[in-house]
């Protein structure tokens, strides 16, 4: 029996019970006498993440997450989906399974996320339904395809057509999409979206029928944007992406603090983190009460909520932030089959003294990008950084097979001098690395196919690396170990210009076709709003 000052959210209101629980459901809620410290809320869920993104494999990512509040996640696994495909689902089942977070999954309705770049799986209705059709799968991941989806594409009806004949909710991912494109993508049945950044985005779309997911991540912070519209409408709130360096200091619990900060009733948002996902899931969790799962978080407070104890399925599994459980984490290792770079690799051609580009520009706690130009120089026919205007290289190797480097420049990363590569890079996956010289960005590649994938910071040939040996994207390692090994790497990024919170991350969604408005693929520079590539020497200069 677990006694205290108990959070009805389905009634919004507080009182003492007394709380019975038998095979790890809820039996009995009973009003009591007594004063208690502190209350007692139903177990958190992230509706919408990639735990990969944490760096974490599933079984890790639970032990730094449920000392922390949450007991329940959705999680759409498409970033290892997109590296080994359905082996790569499987490796997140069975490891998350060996601890007491529930990890619900939504299939990946886009591997690959676009027919613009390469990947190393391709899912199609048949993979779909292998997925939905188990247990655990509760919904079609996000259909992050949405210009296909407005076109009524075959292909992506034919994975839409399998969630509704399953009767299982679709995902939405659609930034920026408004008016007539909207509604056709809305018609498909999509549930949600994640992708708002303002309340008037958030506005249209829940008249529309679509929840909002409002997210508040490591890179998009839409929480203070979308305030507003949080304030008077039911919403579900998400991380999407949290680091591992994030995650140690907070999840769930450190977003309901900053919505309340912003001046959202307590009550309504806790209500985004536990029975409102519970309902539009149809999760057995999310409310104290009789008949749904005993997953409760003693909290010091509703302003903070800093979680001093947390059940699942009635047993105590964490206790004033440590997890009481134990952790295995199954192995998985990878190999990135590419052959050696040169430096020559991450240089562009051009004509005459200067030219004039286009420029990937960095968006501040967004993951969109702005569409830029500048005039660069050009020495001995190739197009040069220029580290005055913060304008450096960018390049996306393909990691699944040989193919031509694919080349561009970005804006806002602030490097000075050196290299900075990823095989973190959403959502295919292949190499991704941003320097200003190219003879330290081909270093820092090759580093990373000789450890089969991670971190590499390289400058003047000298380099800091953190392995993820997991498809490149994870690590077993102990959570706090890879966040003193991440802190490294990015005040390694600092000591050489950049003044990003979190470069890597930043970096690993700038081949993300789906998000406007210019990204580079492994195939090439490509204009999200226009869904189409396009040269990055707009004009050679005399």
């Given amino acids: 029996m677990i006694v205290g000052n108990l959070v009805d959210v389905r009634n919004e209101c507080v009182f003492p019970a007394s709380i019975s629980e038998e095979d790890g459901v809820i039996t009995r809620v009973e009003e009591i006498e007594g004063k208690y410290e502190g209350f007692l809320i139903p177990g958190l869920i992230d509706s919408h993440i990639h735990t990969e993104s944490s760096l974490l494999c599933p079984s890790r990512f639970a032990e730094a997450a449920v000392p922390r509040g949450t007991t329940a996640v959705v999680a759409n696994p498409h970033e290892i989906a997109n590296v080994l495909g359905l082996a790569g689902i499987e490796y997140m089942v069975k490891d998350s399974s060996t601890t007491p977070l529930r990890m619900y999954f939504t299939a990946p309705s886009c591997v690959p996320t676009t027919r613009f770049e390469t990947s190393g799986a ?10 939905l059709s188990r247990d655990g799968f509760i919904a079609l991941g996000e259909l992050t395809d949405y210009h296909n989806a407005v076109a009524r594409d075959p292909d992506v009806m034919a994975r839409v057509e399998v969630a509704k004949r399953l009767g299982k909710p679709i995902d939405g991912h659609a930034p920026l999409l408004s008016g007539e494109d909207l509604r056709k993508y809305v018609e498909l049945g999509i549930s949600n979206d994640h992708e708002c950044t303002s309340s008037e985005e958030a506005s249209e779309k829940a008249s529309l029928g679509m929840t909002i997911m409002v997210r508040q991540g490591s890179v998009s912070k839409d929480l203070e944007a979308l305030a507003p519209f949080a304030k008077g409408h039911e919403f579900l709130l998400v991380s999407d992406d949290v680091g591992v360096s994030e995650l140690m200091r907070g999840h769930m619990n450190n977003a309901l603090a900053k919505a309340v900060s912003l001046g959202i009733e307590p009550m309504h948002a806790l209500r985004a983190a536990t029975i409102n996902p519970a309902l539009h899931y149809g999760l057995p969790i999310g409310v104290i009460e009789p008949g749904r799962k005993a997953d409760l978080v003693k909290v010091r407070d509703l302003e903070t909520f800093v979680a001093e104890e947390v059940y699942v399925g009635g047993r105590l599994v964490a206790r004033y932030g440590a997890p009481l459980f134990d952790v295995r984490p199954k192995e998985m290792v990878s190999e990135l089959l590419l052959q050696r770079r040169t430096p020559s690799d991450f240089e562009i051609g051009a004509s005459g003294q200067s030219a004039e580009v286009r420029v990937i520009g960095l968006v501040k706690d967004e993951i969109g990008t702005e569409s830029l130009t500048s005039e660069l120089r050009v020495e001995v026919g190739k197009v040069m950084p220029d580290v005055a205007q913060d304008v450096l290289r960018i390049a996306v190797v393909n990691r699944y097979k040989d193919a031509p480097v694919s080349n561009a420049f ?4 602030g490097l000075r001098e050196g290299a900075m590569a990823s095989s973190v890079s959403h959502d295919s996956h292949n190499i991704i690395v941003v320097g200003v010289s190219s003879a ?20 003047r040939g000298k380099c800091s690396t953190l392995s993820l040996h997991v498809a490149g994207l994870m690590s077993t390692r102990h959570a706090l170990e890879v966040k003193h090994a991440v802190d490294a790497m990015q005040e390694a990024a600092r000591a050489l210009g950049s003044a990003l919170e979190n470069p890597f991350m930043t970096m690993s969604f700038l081949s993300l076709l789906v998000i406007p408005k210019l990204k580079l693929s492994d195939r090439g520079l490509f204009d999200v709003e226009g869904f189409r590539f396009v040269d990055v020497v707009v004009r050679p200069a005399a």
Avoid: H, R, W, Y
């Fill in 410 to 413: 970005v804006k806002g990363f």
């Fill in 440 to 459: 330290d960005m081909a270093t820092a590649v090759n580093t990373l196919i000789n450890q089969g994938g991670g971190f590499c910071i390289c400058s």
């Fill in 122 to 131: 391709s899912f199609g209705p048949a993979e779909i339904e292998s997925m």
